[in-house]
């Protein structure tokens, strides 16, 4: 099992970015009122036929050459179910994918949120050519962040700039 939600929430992520993903979306939604934790992941990249999206949910695949094993996708699939949770994919070739967890929030062996910031920061930071969407919607906070309209506002200015790195470790901090 991985340490926190933040550590699954860069794996899933980092798949979409090797599938060429040019829009991702991270959702992290908790409603108290079911005491359910939800984390949405999709994107626009190039997809999963039926077959292949079927098999990666098997700790035993993986597309990548060199090892034979891929883990990302059946360790949140572990992490969701052993916590009372589920877990869906949804693919279609050429089109993208999108991964929903859903976690029993009170459950003893649900980890910890981790480090959403970073993980944000840094997702956005070393891909500056992809868009991201994240939002977060925990504890009575309504957090949206579009890097999208970020870039509008920057600009010629890089999202790796480092003012720019310094303000949206600010604008995080304040803000989530
Ligand atoms: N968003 C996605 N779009 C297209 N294909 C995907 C996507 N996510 C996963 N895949 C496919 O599923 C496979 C399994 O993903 P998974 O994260 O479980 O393992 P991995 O990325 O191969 O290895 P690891 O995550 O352990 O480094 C990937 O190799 C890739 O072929
Ligand atoms: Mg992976």
Same mark, same amino acid.
């Given at each position: 099992m991985m340490e926190d939600i933040a550590s699954h929430i860069m794996d899933i992520v980092m798949n979409s970015v090797t599938a060429k993903a040019k829009n991702i979306s991270v959702t992290i939604d908790k409603d108290p009122g079911a005491n359910t934790l939800a984390l949405a992941i999709s994107d626009d990249g190039v997809g999963m036929d039926r077959e292949t999206a079927q098999k990666?949910? +098997? &700790?035993?695949?993986?597309? /990548?050459? #060199?090892? /034979?094993v891929g883990l990302g996708i059946p360790l949140l699939k572990g992490t969701a179910e052993t916590t009372g949770g589920s877990f869906a994919l949804q693919s279609e070739r050429g089109m993208g994918t999108l991964i929903r967890a859903v976690f029993d929030? #009170?459950?003893? +062996?649900? &980890?910890p949120l981790g480090n959403l910031k970073d993980t944000f920061l840094v997702l956005i930071v070393s891909h500056p050519d992809v868009d991201f969407t994240f939002r977060y919607r925990v504890h009575g906070k309504d957090f949206l962040l579009a890097t999208k309209e970020l870039k509008n506002e920057l600009g010629d200015v890089p999202v790796n700039h480092p003012e720019v790195i310094g303000f949206l470790t600010k604008y995080l901090d304040e803000q989530m």
């Open positions: 990666v949910q +098997d &700790p035993f695949f993986s597309t /990548k050459t #060199g090892r /034979k929030a #009170g459950h003893p +062996d649900l &980890p």
